[in-house]
């Protein structure tokens, strides 16, 4: 039997606009250090989120049953978790998994963003002014994937860059407490 994750829980979301980005990086390095905090920019506005216990599982559990998948594909990958990608002045976003394929690079290949109070694809700007080539939403037990087509991202059906994985499949996984019990449900299923 699968526990599922149940309820919305209490994130906090603080928007503020009108921040230059030589006041975004004094807040970002006054929050340094601060655990289940992220931060992100764009163009003057400042948003930032305090994660739940719920968002942690559901991130961890993505990243870990992707990177399993992504092992046994026999893929050449870099995990580059949630580091800080920015353009100065333009965009900084903290995603809660990314990867980039083949070589690290600057920016990822691929972000992952779970989303539990709102907010999902009006994130994309931010990582369109990045440069991101694939964006993934997790929100309630669902993945939208997105990609960069020349200047705007598109919604696609599957991923560009991890081929054959169980969008739909993965997404429920993610929401099991248990992370063996993930694992095997996400195995056997798959």
Same mark, same amino acid.
């Given at each position: 039997?699968?526990?599922?994750?149940?309820?919305?829980?209490?994130?906090?979301?603080?928007?503020?606009?009108?921040?230059?980005?030589?006041?975004?990086?004094?807040i970002?390095?006054?929050?340094?250090?601060?655990?289940?905090?992220?931060?992100?920019?764009?163009?003057?506005?400042?948003?930032?989120?305090?994660?739940?216990?719920?968002h942690?599982?559901?991130?961890?559990?993505?990243?870990?049953?992707?990177?399993?998948?992504?092992?046994?594909?026999g893929?050449?990958?870099?995990?580059?978790?949630?580091?800080?990608?920015?353009? *100065?002045?333009? #965009?900084?976003?903290?995603?809660? /998994? +990314?990867?980039?394929?083949? $070589? %690290?690079?600057?920016?990822?290949?691929?972000?992952?963003?779970?989303v539990?109070?709102?907010?999902?694809?009006?994130?994309?700007?931010?990582?369109?002014?990045?440069?991101?080539?694939?964006?993934?939403?997790?929100?309630?037990?669902?993945?939208?994937?997105?990609?960069?087509?020349?200047?705007?991202?598109?919604?696609?059906?599957?991923?560009?860059?991890?081929k054959?994985?169980?969008? *739909?499949?993965? #997404?429920?996984?993610?929401a099991? /407490? +248990?992370?063996?019990?993930? $694992? %095997?449900?996400?195995r056997?299923?798959?």
């Amino acid at each position: 039997m699968m526990t599922q994750l149940l309820g919305k829980p209490a994130e906090q979301r603080f928007i503020q606009t009108g921040v230059s980005w030589e006041s975004f990086k004094a807040i970002q390095s006054g929050f340094a250090g601060s655990p289940g905090v992220r931060l992100f920019y764009y163009e003057g506005e400042l948003e930032i989120l305090s994660t739940s216990l719920e968002h942690e599982i559901v991130k961890g559990n993505i990243g870990y049953l992707l990177e399993d998948f992504m092992l046994n594909q026999g893929m050449e990958f870099v995990a580059t978790g949630s580091f800080s990608q920015e353009k *100065e002045a333009v #965009a900084s976003a903290q995603a809660d /998994e +990314s990867y980039c394929f083949g $070589v %690290r690079k600057s920016i990822p290949d691929l972000a992952i963003e779970v989303v539990i109070p709102s907010g999902g694809p009006d994130k994309l700007k931010r990582y369109k002014a990045l440069g991101v080539q694939e964006v993934w939403f997790w929100e309630d037990g669902e993945i939208s994937v997105y990609q960069l087509v020349l200047t705007n991202y598109q919604k696609a059906n599957k991923s560009q860059f991890v081929k054959g994985i169980n969008l *739909e499949r993965l #997404a429920q996984c993610a929401a099991i /407490e +248990s992370r063996p019990q993930a $694992v %095997r449900e996400f195995r056997q299923n798959q």
